[in-house]
């Protein structure tokens, strides 16, 4: 029986488009590979891997908003599943405080989008997700991480995923404090709009979860 990470991983190949999965043995290969970096994260820390699943899902949704191609909505999918996979690195005591972070503890948790794209540049049909990740916590006015490029430089698979973690972490608990009500994390995102996050991706976003 497959566990909820192999089916969720089996679906989003389902959905992909052929010369997304042509190469002989590539489909097997990508499916392996994730479910076992997922496995990996769910043992480190459940409650990152059930965030990324759900992430997958909203992804999607938005990707489907702005028009987006069968092999990107693949790629973005993909991206949303594995964009906290550098979290392996980061200590479940430091995900798990229950209260703000430090800086010696948040410059920690920032090192997961380098350590994230490290690990998938190294894995044969998901190296080039590796960039996507790495960028997956810059801002669209330049002042996120790792390396604060704006705007459309960062690449719209990691605004997307940017925007909706984002709001997934509003609406949902976490050690420090409670969920948003939905409206307020709705106020919250539009409010950061040419800020934090693509204006487009924030329009497709709340039309999108409306």
Request: hydrophobic share 45%; with cysteine.
């Amino acid at each position: 029986m497959m566990t909820a990470h192999e089916s969720q991983i089996e679906m989003l190949l389902d959905r992909a488009p052929a010369e997304a999965v042509a190469e002989p043995g590539s489909r097997d290969a990508i499916a392996r590979a994730a479910v076992e970096l997922v496995d990996a994260l769910r043992n480190h820390h459940t409650g990152t891997a059930e965030h990324s699943n759900r992430l997958a899902l909203q992804c999607r949704r938005v990707g489907e908003r702005l028009g987006l191609s069968a092999d990107v909505l693949f790629e973005l999918e993909l991206v949303a599943i594995l964009h906290d996979i550098g979290k392996l690195a980061v200590p479940a005591a430091i995900l798990d405080l229950a209260r703000p972070l430090n800086s010696r503890e948040r410059a920690v948790v920032r090192s997961h989008t380098i350590r994230g794209a490290e690990i998938l540049a190294q894995i044969a049909g998901l190296a080039h997700l590796a960039p996507l990740v790495r960028s997956s916590h810059e801002r669209w006015d330049g002042t996120g991480y790792p390396d604060r490029i704006a705007g459309p430089r960062i690449p719209l698979h990691a605004r997307v995923v940017f925007t909706v973690d984002s709001y997934d972490a509003m609406t949902n608990d976490r050690p420090y404090r409670r969920a948003l009500a939905d409206r307020e994390a709705r106020r919250r995102i539009a409010a950061a709009s040419g800020s934090a996050f693509d204006p487009q991706v924030v329009r497709a976003l709340l039309a999108a979860d409306a």
